[in-house]
């Protein structure tokens, strides 16, 4: 399936869910779709799993998504016993699988070949599931969002969107700049001054 039908659906469903996006396309996908200031994208990897665990437990009252590629969440495997261990009921890791390095270089260079979903229940995470088509995504979003966690959804994607524009929009700020908004919109909704 495509990412970017997935990333248009998540957007769709999203409600005010705080997000933190891995580097690579998924986040200019997301801007595009519907750009969110509680939300921060390009976070560096591996930190996208372990800052959303972090938001999650910091705040229970709020829906926490991270959305991952393959090859950023390998880089943080460990998050996911992590998660296992306190069982945020508000997170959940979407993990974008195209088996590739996508956004780098030629995007040619395969990750490693892992079965997400689980090594994720294996971890601890019982509400993980891997799915191959835009349908079963919608719906593990749907639930994901809705529904206690923690959840972990192991999203198999082709390539396809490399060349498509919608990969390539514009950030609305850089993560720096990003970051100071996001933390402005979390003060705001909680009440906090500025």
């Known amino acids: 399936m ?27 996908e997301l801007a595009a779709a519907a750009h969110d200031d509680t939300t921060i994208y390009n976070m560096d990897m591996p930190y996208c799993s372990p800052m959303c665990l972090g938001l999650a437990l910091a705040c229970p009252a709020e829906r926490v998504v991270a959305l991952e590629g393959d090859g950023s969440i390998l880089m943080a495997l460990g998050t996911l016993a992590t998660v296992g261990r306190y069982q945020p009921r508000n997170l959940a890791i979407v993990v974008f699988d195209n088996r590739l390095y996508l956004t780098t270089g ?26 191959t088509d835009l349908a079963g995504f919608e719906a593990a979003a749907r639930q994901a969002l809705t529904e206690p966690g923690p959840w972990f959804i192991s999203a198999q994607v082709d390539g396809s969107d490399r060349d498509d524009p919608r990969g390539r929009a514009h950030l609305p700020g850089d993560l720096v700049e990003q970051a100071v908004l996001f933390q402005k919109a979390l003060r705001a909704r909680r009440g906090s001054p500025a």
């Open 2 to 28: 495509n990412r970017v039908e997935c990333i248009e659906a998540f957007a769709r469903l999203r409600g005010k869910a705080i997000v933190i996006v891995s580097p690579g396309y998924t986040g200019h």
């Open 106 to 131: 030629s995007g040619t260079v395969p990750t490693a070949e892992v079965d997400f979903a689980g090594f994720a229940r294996a971890a601890g995470i019982e509400r993980a599931c891997t799915v």
